[in-house]
Structures are given as C-alpha cells and as structure tokens.
C-alpha cells in the first residue's frame, strides 16, 4: 500500500470513529428512562384515548375553562392542560404566562394572587380561571358531573409551565395536588428542569419532554434553539415519552429517541382527521383541536 493510501485508509478510520463516537454521544443524551411491567401498562392506558387541547374549546367555550373541560369529560376525551403557580402559591390552569390574550387585562399569573385573578374573566365570558383542584374534581370518576351514566374519565395531560425559576416548586406542587384525586394522568413540560425534579423524587410519574424544531426561531439564542431541537435535557431527565408538533415528528433527535431508543411520542396539536389517523398510526396518542373525533383512539382497537 502507497504511503497516500495508507493516509487515507487513516483518514477514514479516525472519520469513522468519531462518527461512531458522535452517534453513541448521542445515543447517551436523548435515551429515555429504560421501564418495566408498570411503566408499559400505564402508558398503554394513555393510549387509549384521545386528548382535547386545553379542552373541547370553541366560539363562546374559551379554552383551559370548566365549561371546556366539561364538554370533553362528558363526550369521553382526555384532556391536556396547562398548569401555572400563582403568587401566594395556589395552581392554575391557563396557557400564557401573561393574562391580556385570554382576558384583556396585563398582568403575569406568576406575578400575582389567586384572588386577583379571581377577578378575571375568559374571552368575555363568565368562565374564570379555574384551579387545577377544580379540572380535577371532574375526571374523578363520577366528578362533578353528577351524571351516573357519565363514561369513565380519560386520563389527562398535564403540561407544567415554570416560570422565574420555580420549577422544582410547580412540580412538587403539582403532584402533591395530583396524588388527592383518583384520576390518570402524566406530566410534560418544555423545561427539563421539571423533569429533572420528577426523577428524583417520583420516579412513579409518567413524564415527558415536549420539544419542537427551534432551528428557525429568531427569539431564543442559538444556544437554546440547538439544546431543545436536539433534546440535550433528556441526558438528565430521562423522560418516557416525548410530545412534540406533528410536523416536527421526522427530527433526527426526536426520532432518533423514539424510533431507535424507544421513547413514546405524543402529537400535537392535530387539526384533521387524516393526521389524527396517521399519529396513531405510528403508535402516537394525539392531541388534537378545532374539530371532534370519536373518544376512542385506533391505537386501542
């Protein structure tokens, strides 16, 4: 072999171990957490419905209100929902850190009591701004619909939403107000952090880490576009499953951490049938808005 032979076959050697290195890297950051016997059945429960974002919303019907909730309990969807902690410590449910979106009025949930946003109301409407004890009451069985033929609540979703550093603290107070009520659930979140506090301290939680393709968002720095699209939490968090848009589905981290490693995938948020039909398809619990399937998902059939 000539001596410029013998320097390529090196070349490629050291090229191909690093891509091998580069892979295991990997490999090693965006594994979930490895689960047994019990980890499969509740995930299996998940998997039998079909979850209505931030309720069964619609013109009149504001989402993440009681009337919402209500309406996918009684029709026998899931929900997913969204969790903030208040001020003087009370949880809410309501997407926006800031509330002059959903009710016309500045102010920051974090930032101020239960009473003050007491005094809020959803889109003009009547509907205030429930409490997660109050959504909770109604996927008890039986709940608070008072209706004995009622179906069986769903599980719900529950995505936490930290904000100024309280994340360990939204955690803990969340499950703690979780574990008064008999009702299926599982925990995500955007920030690892809540995750990261899951596993130390309720490994019995199912939890998961919801992700999107950031690459192209102008707003965050480059540092934290590539830590979320490239799912670098998951080296500390180890979820069990990850939620992420349905158009990001085919990221090489998401699929690497699903399709090769074996996490779970939930969807969101699904707008039509077809799309709805091809997440579970492909083993995804969907959480889907603007329209109403049946309860049931394919994935259970």
């Known amino acids: 072999m000539s001596s410029i032979a013998r320097r390529v076959a090196g070349a490629a050697a050291v090229a191909a171990g690093v891509a091998a290195g580069s892979a295991l890297a990997a490999c090693a950051i965006v594994a979930p957490r490895r689960g047994g016997d019990e980890l499969g059945e509740r995930w299996s429960r ?6 209505a974002h931030r309720g069964l919303h619609a013109a009149g019907i504001p989402e993440n209100s009681l009337v919402a909730f209500s309406k996918a309990r009684e029709l026998g ?6 969790v903030h902690l208040t001020l003087d410590g009370a949880l809410v449910v309501f997407h ?3 509330t002059e979106r959903m009710c016309g009025r500045a102010g920051t949930v974090e930032q101020m009591t239960l009473d003050e946003l007491g005094e809020h109301r959803l889109l003009g409407t009547d509907e205030a701004i429930p409490t997660l004890d ?7 069985s039986g709940g608070d619909l008072g209706d004995p033929v009622a179906p ?10 930290p904000w100024g550093g309280n994340a360990a603290l939204l955690a803990q107070r969340a499950v703690a107000c979780l574990d008064c ?27 998961g880490q919801l992700t999107r ?15 979320g699209t ?44 077809r799309d709805l039909l091809a997440s579970e398809a492909a083993g995804a619990p969907a959480i889907f808005e603007g329209f109403i399937p049946a309860p049931e998902s394919m994935i259970a059939r």
């Open 96 to 98: 926006d850190h800031t």
């Open 46 to 51: 998940i998997c039998r419905h079909r979850y």
């Open 213 to 227: 393709n950031y690459l192209g968002e102008k707003d965050l720095s480059p540092a934290r576009r590539l830590a």
């Open 230 to 273: 490239a799912l670098l939490g998951n080296a500390t968090a180890r979820p069990d499953f990850i939620a992420c848009r349905f158009s990001d589905r085919g990221c090489p981290p998401v699929r690497l951490a699903c399709d090769v490693l074996g996490a779970r995938l939930v969807t969101w948020t699904i707008r039509n049938e």
């Open 181 to 207: 009520y008999q009702v299926d659930y599982c925990v995500e979140s955007f920030d690892p952090r809540v995750l990261q506090w899951l596993r130390r301290n309720r490994p019995d939680v199912l939890r």
């Open 134 to 140: 109050e959504v909770l009451r109604l996927f008890e």
């Open 77 to 82: 969807f899931g929900v997913e929902l969204d």
């Open 152 to 161: 069986e609540p769903a599980p719900i979703i529950v995505e936490l939403k």
